[in-house]
């Protein structure tokens, strides 16, 4: 388990966040936050919990992803759609600083729970509202996931090989990239919070920040014309660039973006004389010979076994990685020498490694606190604490609130 610095408190320490929100994409984002000494209470119905609780693998029925995506936040139940239970989100709005959600838009003002009555019990408070297409516009009311922003954001038509369908990622990818825009979202309303004195909204789409991490597309089309088709694992901005099979039957990932780190493998692999072609000179020009150029990588790492392959890479500072599953990661020892995978105790499970904090902090470093809790089991803790009395909260049970 990790540790904040002696004496110090976590750089978030003091931020309350209510998490709302399911699968994935805000859950994440407030996890992020959490990981940072953010206290977040996770708001889940009591009948229809989290859904990520059992997606995925499990152990002794226990699901192992909501551990991960639990991790650093109390658990409590609230069916929002009662008056006790909207009455109770208000009076926990009124306490908090955050409140990241991820219902279709107009569920929250259906349950009169809206910005305006969340901004009025609390003018300071920043409402991250996480949608697959936004707040407005005519996809708004669609359901919808990460999958689509990957498909319509043109992620998918430029993976995979060029006489293949568009590929989508295995993961949750459009999902992860947008918790990691939440987060930053987030704190960028909370600074200008600083300065104005009151919050705001923030709409997140998920086809967004998907766009956003393509690159110049737009700005290439808008130009040029010129649309990115799919190329497998090659480049058109550079060569070579793929992966190669070695003498063992392992895999390694290989990237010349710099033309000096091209030219050192080719040094390396024997080919010197191609790197006095005109076309060399340039990493378009190198994409456009990439069969040459992945003939002469490929049969000299095609000769040799993995480690031989690393270990000339590395001596001629050439740029070149293993293709690893997760257990290679497990056992590697640059992410052993990182602690990205760490060691926590669960009281369900005992010990079990999951990824650590996002980022090293010098000063103020994350900690992952305790593992995801089980459903509500921080309920009466909480609001206890908010001021609710044990008759309130008998009358919440009585009425389907909690």
Do not use: C
């Not at 690393?310 to 020892?333: C, G, N, S, T, Y």
Request: no cysteine.
């Amino acid at each position: 388990m990790t540790g904040t610095a002696t004496g110090s408190l976590p750089p978030l320490h003091g931020l309350r966040v209510l998490d709302l929100a399911t699968l994935f994409a805000g859950p994440l984002a407030a996890t992020l936050l959490g990981d940072y000494g953010a206290e977040v209470v996770k708001v889940e119905h009591p009948a229809k919990p989290d859904p990520s609780r059992g997606h995925g693998p499990a152990k002794d029925g226990i699901g192992l992803w909501w551990k991960l995506l639990g991790r650093n936040k109390r658990t409590i139940t609230l069916n929002l759609s009662t008056p006790g239970g909207r009455a109770t989100l208000l009076r926990l709005a009124a306490d908090a600083d955050v409140i990241i959600e991820n219902f279709r838009p107009g569920t929250l003002e259906k349950w009169d729970l809206g910005w305006e009555e969340l901004s009025a019990a609390n003018p300071r408070l920043v409402l991250a509202r996480v949608t697959a297409f936004g707040q407005f516009g005519p996809y708004a009311h669609r359901p919808g996931f990460g999958t689509l922003a990957e498909a319509m954001s043109g992620f998918a038509a430029i993976t995979g090989e060029p006489d293949a369908p568009p590929t989508l990622p295995p993961f949750g990818l459009a999902d992860s990239i947008t918790a990691l825009a939440t987060a930053y979202a987030v704190m960028t309303a909370l600074a200008a919070r600083e300065r104005t004195g009151h919050g705001q909204v923030v709409d997140m789409a998920i086809i967004e920040p998907m766009l956003a991490v393509l690159g110049p597309q737009p700005l290439w089309y808008d130009q040029l014309g010129y649309v990115q088709r799919r190329t497998g694992n090659r480049s058109a901005n550079n060569a070579p660039r793929n992966t190669y099979r070695t003498a063992d039957g392992t895999w390694v990932a290989v990237s010349t973006s710099a033309q000096s780190i091209a030219e050192r493998v080719l040094r390396l692999v024997g080919r010197p004389e191609l790197i006095d072609e005109p076309w060399f000179a340039t990493g378009a020009g190198r994409a456009e010979h990439a069969d040459v150029l992945d003939r002469a990588v490929g049969a000299w790492i095609a000769a040799r076994p993995r480690t031989e392959v690393l270990a000339a890479f590395e001596k001629a500072e050439a740029a070149v990685a293993p293709i690893q599953d997760v257990r290679d990661v497990m056992d590697d020892p640059q992410y052993q020498a990182l602690g990205t995978v760490i060691a926590v105790d669960d009281p369900e499970l005992g010990r079990i490694r999951m990824q650590n904090v996002l980022f090293r902090l010098s000063e103020t470093p994350g900690a992952i606190r305790w593992t995801g809790r089980p459903h509500g089991a921080d309920t009466d803790e909480v609001l206890t604490q908010l001021g609710l009395t044990p008759a309130e909260l008998a009358a919440l049970r009585a009425e389907g609130a909690l």
